[in-house]
């Protein structure tokens, strides 16, 4: 069965520092791999997806992901954090049938 | 331009109560899904509507209905609410079977419940 893991509940860096949330996915075949984002009180906005080709992608907001097949990885990176920038994340697999599979999502919190 | 609506935005109720939250979509789309988000527990899809007419079970049905009223509609039922349904809800929807697919799930902002 499909699944995703984030292996990072909570994660504090930074204003101005790098930043990357792991995400690992179990599927059969080759997935189509998203990246999420939720601000507080608000529901979910796609930062950047992946469904075949370069594995290097780019998203909204500086965000960039990298998908790596041997690892099952689709960790998520931006090169200098903004206070903006917290949130919870969700990482998700795309499943037949058009759902989404999520990971249990990472809190992001920014120090000034 | 409305996305997804859902409607109530917070709702309480006891243990044994009924109630039904709405979603409606005005962009067209043939799939619509309902969620739930739980701490350290991520979203757990709940039901789905792969097209108009059809539904389907998601990872945690028990305790739940739906509908799929027609295109733009997708209801959610609890029949007779229990503490563990305390959470927020979301609905989305998509456009499946598109070539390429999109893939991308739009999001209502989440409908709060309480059962006590």
């Known amino acids: 069965a499909q699944s995703v893991t984030q292996p990072d509940i909570h994660i504090t860096v930074s204003e101005g520092a790098s930043l990357e949330l792991r995400c690992n996915y179990s599927?059969?075949?080759?997935?189509?791999l998203f990246w999420y984002v939720q601000s507080p009180g608000q529901g979910l906005q796609l930062l950047l997806k992946?469904?075949?080709?370069?594995?290097l992608v780019q998203g909204i907001k500086g965000f960039e992901a990298e998908f790596k097949r041997s690892q099952s990885s689709f960790n998520l990176r931006k090169p200098s954090v903004h206070w903006s920038d917290a949130a919870e994340y969700f990482c998700a697999v795309g499943a037949r049938g058009g759902k989404l599979i999520f990971g249990q999502g990472t809190e992001l919190s920014v120090k000034p | 331009n409305a996305g997804v609506t859902q409607t109530p935005k917070f709702q309480v109720l006891k243990t044994g109560q009924s109630m039904t939250l709405q979603c409606a979509q005005d962009m067209n789309h043939n799939s619509m899904y309902w969620y739930r988000q739980d701490p350290g527990m991520g979203l757990r899809l709940i039901y789905y509507s792969a097209s108009e007419g059809t539904t389907d079970k998601g990872e945690v049905p028990n305790g739940y209905n739906v509908s799929r009223l027609n295109k733009r509609e997708f209801s959610l039922r609890l029949e007779s609410a229990a503490p563990s349904q305390t959470s927020v809800y979301f609905c989305a929807s998509s456009q499946t079977g598109a070539r390429p697919p999109t893939g991308e799930l739009f999001f209502g902002e989440g409908s709060r419940l309480t059962v006590l």
């Open positions: 599927y059969g075949a080759t997935p189509y």
């Open positions: 992946y469904f075949s080709g370069d594995t």
